[in-house]
């Protein structure tokens, strides 16, 4: 079965950062004296994991368009001025 590498590395690090942002909670919930709120740890996690797919997937469909536009701009300039 293939389970791509940008699959794993997304939940390893989504996983990494969750588990250090419930460290910090849970240490911040030690000193006041209260009890953690892990969920909204995950949920953290999961909206900075999900910012960095929707930039990383904004820039695969931005890119190949700005190519394109400067390659039309380009090719304008060259029989403007040939």
Known sequence: MY???????????????GAELSRKEAY??????RTP?????WGLASIIVGMFAAAFG????VTPLAIGLM????DVALRQFS
């Open 37 to 41: 709120d892990y969920r909204s740890c």
């Open 3 to 17: 389970i791509p590498f940008w699959l794993i590395f997304a939940v390893t690090i989504w996983t990494f950062l």
């Open 58 to 61: 904004a820039i695969v469909i």
């Open 28 to 33: 911040a919930a030690g000193i006041e004296r």
């Open 71 to 74: 390659a039309s701009v380009y």
